[in-house]
């Protein structure tokens, strides 16, 4: 999970494509203000995380690093969702079915979806 200037800073990446840190100071700077070191500090964390990779560049007066994702929104999205989701089931088993179930609008195939995923489960 992201905490919230992460996924700021994720979401503007996504929506880039590829950034340095000045810009994204720039982008954040229109809502409130930021250091770039807290940007650049971030920006190392995510990279770390896996969420974004990093590529030196030449600039004015030497160099930069240049950022872009190593994954869409949505397939990071699914991988929170699905990552959740299965610590749900593992720890909770039938009442995390019993809720979804109850309180999602699901079709047909998505609760066959899940029975199959609890009684994956139930084989462990």
């Keep these: 999970m992201l905490g919230s200037l992460e996924k700021e800073i994720m979401e503007i990446v996504w929506t880039k494509g590829e950034v340095d840190a000045r810009h994204v100071q720039q982008v954040i700077r229109e809502k409130r203000k930021i250091a770039y070191t807290t940007v650049n500090t971030v920006l190392s964390r995510l990279v770390d995380k896996g969420l974004l990779?990093?590529?030196?560049?030449?600039?004015?007066?030497?160099?930069?690093?240049?950022?872009?994702?190593?994954?869409?929104?949505?397939?990071?999205?699914?991988?929170?969702?699905?990552?959740?989701?299965?610590?749900?089931?593992?720890?909770?088993?039938?009442?995390?079915?019993?809720?979804?179930?109850?309180?999602?609008?699901?079709?047909?195939?998505?609760?066959?979806?899940?029975?199959?995923?609890?009684?994956?489960?139930?084989?462990?």
């Design 53 to 124: 990779k990093s590529r030196k560049v030449r600039a004015r007066g030497g160099f930069k690093y240049v950022y872009s994702s190593t994954n869409t929104k949505e397939s990071y999205e699914e991988e929170v969702i699905d990552s959740t989701f299965n610590k749900l089931l593992k720890s909770f088993g039938k009442v995390a079915i019993k809720y979804f179930s109850e309180n999602l609008d699901l079709s047909k195939k998505e609760i066959e979806v899940l029975k199959k995923k609890l009684e994956d489960l139930d084989n462990e």
